[in-house]
């Protein structure tokens, strides 16, 4: 089982990054998949999720309007489109898997985890 987060880099502030989120020896299909992110010094807090067929999307209010989840089933790839990127926006994002969605971003409720990836938006 492995999910593996990528597409991160060093942005200017305004700038737009795509996160990309891929898994592997799971049917991610079944899965509800979010976007978790987490500074230095803080918590990991939940960004972005998407329901199994991507019918259901849920951002937190800092990323509405600048961030846009989607994902591919045939190509077993989750998206995070991020775009006006601010400085707070940095951080390692992490993409993680659910069976089960709760409703809530609580982290032991996710069961798999992908490596994380560092966005970096300079001001």
């Known amino acids: 089982v492995q999910l593996q987060a990528f597409g991160g880099g060093l942005v200017q502030a305004g700038g737009s990054l795509r996160l990309s989120c891929e898994g592997s020896?799971?049917?991610?299909?079944?899965?509800?998949i979010a976007w978790f992110r987490q500074a230095p010094g803080k918590e990991r807090e939940g960004v972005s999720g998407?329901?199994?067929?991507?019918?259901?999307?849920y951002y937190v209010d800092s990323v509405r309007g600048r961030f846009t989840i989607s994902r591919d089933n045939a190509k077993r790839t989750v998206y995070l489109q991020m775009n006006s990127l601010k400085p707070e926006d940095t951080a390692v994002y992490y993409c993680?898997?659910?069976?089960?969605?709760?409703?809530?971003?609580?982290?032991?409720?996710?069961?798999?985890w992908g490596q994380g990836t560092l966005v970096t938006v300079s001001s």
């Open positions: 998407i329901s199994s067929s991507g019918a259901g999307t």
């Open positions: 020896g799971f049917p991610l299909d079944y899965y509800y």
């Open positions: 993680a898997a659910t069976r089960i969605y709760r409703g809530n971003y609580y982290v032991h409720e996710y069961d798999y």
